[in-house]
């Protein structure tokens, strides 16, 4: 080691109490070290290890590595050495003559509003009844009950996904009762999730004869919401990483149990705020620890089983240390030396940053549909956190750089200048519906029983659907009573009292139009397709219906009679913001690339044959219905349509009701004013099947 290094000359030694234990990393022997005093762990290598026994404050650090003997093919060097040294003081498990352990970092006001934790102590002492609760939960009785539980819950949401995406439109309807209560909830469940980690922890180190004493535990609050905590770092003295990485899924594995459970009670409980309390806690517990937990990009549960399964350390360190190389490369401070996986870990970084910033999308949706000053304040901060403050740091590196990071600048300013000035080609995509004319929608023209639904196929003339109804049938007997008994009284009347007959006679025309009216509706209960040639039934919403009650003011076809022969219109909307814009660009017989749904080149070149530019509030088809829509065929805003014709003479493939695209062109813009346009609309309730 070099005697100018500026650590060569200190006398180091480890803290009082400092506690080693040898585990397997990466096939190979290494120690973990633990200070309980401060709760700080570090592994480091038997030759490091090795170094740490020399270290006993009489001697240096230099004279303490020229007593090691000289290192072999693949272990640390001295300057490695020297390096993990200095990490052990600034973890504070090693100690320098006359010094003092170093403060704790401490987080910026700005994070601290992203992250706030608050200690409460050691849970310890609960842990005897969370291991009778939960315990049963890591045998191998609890993986078969498990199993049963999630299976059993799947079986009983399926034939309920109405109910379910019921449910969950419901949940758009905040009142602030419904958000205090899931902000309850919501705590109360994590707080279960971190008592699995806490009681998978003791049973895994018990299977190796070791035991961990102490959980700190606290609550956080992530974006205000409460996001309870359980220290289990004492699960680095677990040398076994299967083990380790099932203590890293314990949480996930209690939250999967419960929503299990939560949806078997929904599906048995009666409509009410219980049912509904249920329905969240499912969601929470399933859709919450699956989305979040479960996810390595983040530094939650699914990222500490990634590093122990892989046996990887400090994989978002390094990667904003590579990422950090990276920025002061761009600014001419030269390339930094990577070690063997820093471009792996730069990876993780940016896709940890573009998953970071579609979760902070979502929240700032939610808050925005809540209050704009909410929205406005997660945007602000997001933005100050992630954009602004690294902006700074890497024009700060630019300044200490000086005519080296010139022509980065340059290069810069050029490509912001001309994303907000140069003007390029600009469209948008418009989604809408393959309509065939000559199509037409099958209503029930009476209230009834589905009984009889035909399958699929050429439907000229056929039978498509039958109806009962045992109203109906109970009605016309009674009223065939009424009939007859008026008609023994009236003959009564004619012998007796003549001038009762002709309010008899009123009373009896009144009885034969209500059982004309109800004999209709008997005619009415066959459903025939017309008598066009070509026409083929398409059953739809009809094919799940057997057995169920329609009635006859519902606006919903229950299938269609397609005609395959007839002219195609392809009818699309626009949404209140890109609609004048294409408008008043387009002119009637302009071509537009047209594709269906989802696939990739344009299917052909459509003519532009009608425009309504007349905002309306209802959409031309219920294959365009909003999601979260109130009703069939509502919209969140008000929409214009465009009606596209294909070439004539062209086969389109295409059923009626399909889903296509077709891009518009726009104006040219700027980049970065397409950019803010495409944010905006990203934002916004839009017209989302």
Same mark, same amino acid.
């Given at each position: ?20 234990? /040898? =585990? ?5 022997? &290494? ?19 090795? #170094? ?97 539980? *999630? ?14 995406? !019921? ?63 359980? @220290?289990?770092?004492? +699960? ?64 939650? @549960? ?12 400090? =994989? %978002?360190?390094?990667?904003? $240390? $590579? ?60 933005? +100050? ?20 990071? &010139? ?12 994303? *907000? ?25 009476? @209230? ?17 659907? /039958? ?64 008598? +066009? ?9 009809? $094919? ?8 006859? @003011? ?9 005609? +395959? ?17 294409? #408008? ?9 690339? =047209? ?14 044959? %009608? ?14 219905? %909003?999601?979260? !829509? ?27 009701? %399909?889903? =296509?695209? !077709? ?5 040219? &813009?700027? #980049? ?18």
């Amino acid at each position: 080691m070099d005697a100018a290094h500026p650590l060569a000359a200190l006398r180091p030694f480890p803290v009082r109490d400092l506690i080693a234990r /040898r =585990v397997a990393w990466r096939g190979a022997a &290494a120690w973990v070290l633990h200070n309980p005093l401060s709760g700080r762990y570090a592994r480091v290598h038997p030759r490091l290890h090795a #170094l740490l026994g020399r270290l006993d404050g009489s001697r240096s650090l230099a004279e303490a590595l020229a007593l090691l003997p000289p290192e072999a093919p693949g272990e640390p060097d001295a300057a490695e050495l020297t390096s993990g040294v200095a990490g052990l003081l600034r973890l504070g498990l090693l100690r320098q003559a006359g010094g003092v352990l170093p403060p704790p970092p401490r987080p910026s006001p700005l994070r601290r509003m992203v992250y706030w934790p608050v200690d409460l102590g050691d849970l310890a002492p609960a842990l005897p009844i969370a291991r009778r609760i939960l315990g049963p939960l890591f045998t191998p009785f609890g993986v078969l009950l498990w199993l049963g539980c *999630l299976s059993l819950a799947v079986a009983l949401w399926l034939p309920r996904r109405a109910e379910a995406e !019921a449910s969950f439109a419901a949940l758009a309807q905040f009142v602030p009762l419904d958000a205090l209560s899931l902000f309850l909830l919501f705590g109360l469940l994590k707080l279960v999730h971190e008592l699995g980690h806490a009681v998978c922890a003791q049973r895994m180190a018990a299977a190796e004869g070791h035991q961990i004493g102490v959980f700190r535990w606290g609550l956080g609050f992530m974006f205000l919401l409460p996001a309870p905590w359980v @220290d289990v770092t004492g +699960t680095w003295f677990i040398a076994s990483r299967w083990r380790r990485a099932a203590v890293g899924l314990a949480g996930i594995w209690v939250d999967l149990f419960l929503a299990g459970l939560a949806t078997i009670l929904w599906a048995f409980a009666e409509p009410g705020p219980m049912r509904e309390l249920l329905f969240q806690a499912a969601l929470v517990c399933g859709v919450s620890s699956l989305l979040f937990n479960a996810n390595p990009l983040v530094r939650l @549960d699914g990222y500490y089983v990634m590093c122990d399964l892989l046996e990887v350390s400090s =994989v %978002q360190a390094r990667a904003m $240390a $590579a990422l950090r190389g990276l920025g002061g490369a761009l600014v001419g401070q030269g390339w930094p030396a990577w070690r063997g996986g820093d471009a792996a870990a730069a990876l993780w970084g940016l896709a940890s940053f573009a998953y970071r910033m579609l979760v902070f999308l979502g929240v700032f949706w939610l808050a925005l549909s809540w209050h704009w000053l909410l929205g406005l304040a997660v945007a602000s901060l997001v933005i +100050t956190l992630y954009l602004v403050l690294p902006a700074l740091g890497l024009w700060r590196a630019a300044v200490r750089a000086g005519p080296r990071a &010139a022509p980065l600048g340059l290069a810069l300013g050029a490509l912001g200048l001309g994303a *907000l000035l140069v003007p390029l080609p600009d469209s948008v995509t418009a989604e809408g519906v393959v309509e065939r004319q000559g199509t037409t929608g099958i209503h029930v023209p009476a @209230d009834g029983q589905v009984m009889e639904v035909a399958a699929s196929g050429p439907a000229a003339g056929a039978l498509l659907l /039958r109806l009962h109804s045992p109203e109906t049938l109970r009605a016309i007997a009674q009223l065939e009573h009424e009939a007859a008994a008026m008609a023994i009284e009236a003959r009564q009347a004619s012998a007796a009292e003549p001038a009762r007959i002709a309010g008899i006679a009123a009373r009896q025309a009144a009885l034969e139009a209500q059982l004309a009216t109800l004999r209709a509706e008997i005619a009415a209960w066959t459903i025939r397709a017309p008598e +066009t040639p070509g026409l083929v039934w398409a059953a739809g919403r009809a $094919a799940s219906l057997p057995g169920a009650w329609v009635r006859r @003011d519902d606006p919903r076809p229950l299938g269609h009679a397609i005609a +395959t022969e007839g002219d195609v219109v392809l009818r699309l909307v626009l949404g209140q913001r890109a609609g004048p814009l294409v #408008l008043g660009v387009l002119q009637p017989g302009a071509e537009v690339p =047209v594709r269906a749904r989802g696939e990739g080149p344009a299917a052909f070149q459509a003519r532009l044959a %009608q425009i309504r530019p007349q905002a309306r509030a209802e959409l031309p088809s219920e294959a365009l219905a %909003q999601a979260a !829509a109130r009703a069939a065929g509502e919209t969140a805003e008000r929409i214009f349509e465009v009606n596209l014709v294909p070439p004539e003479g062209l086969l389109i493939p295409w059923r009626h009701g %399909q889903r =296509v695209e !077709a891009r518009l062109p726009l104006p040219p &813009a700027p #980049l970065a004013a397409q950019a803010w346009r495409r944010a905006r609309q990203a934002l916004e309730p839009r017209l989302a099947a």
